[in-house]
């Protein structure tokens, strides 16, 4: 499993990364998730991320435009293992 957290660095888009590896965490490093943080505003545009924070997961977006909690990551990405 793929998932993105869009963002230029801004407070929301670190607190949104922070939720995401707080998420995988709890979930287990046995399930084979990589985390990656993506700065590239074409790339944002490309997947309809107009706002951000956005966080893809397997080239779907999530959210955009807000933060989650851990525990409503957690429970995306289980709907999608």
Known sequence: ???EVLGTGCKSCENLYQAVM??????GSDKNIVVEKVGDIVYFTKMGVFMTPGLVIDGTVISSGKSMSADQIALKIKERL
């Open 1 to 3: 499993m793929k998932i």
């Open 22 to 27: 707080k998420a995988v965490a709890e979930i």
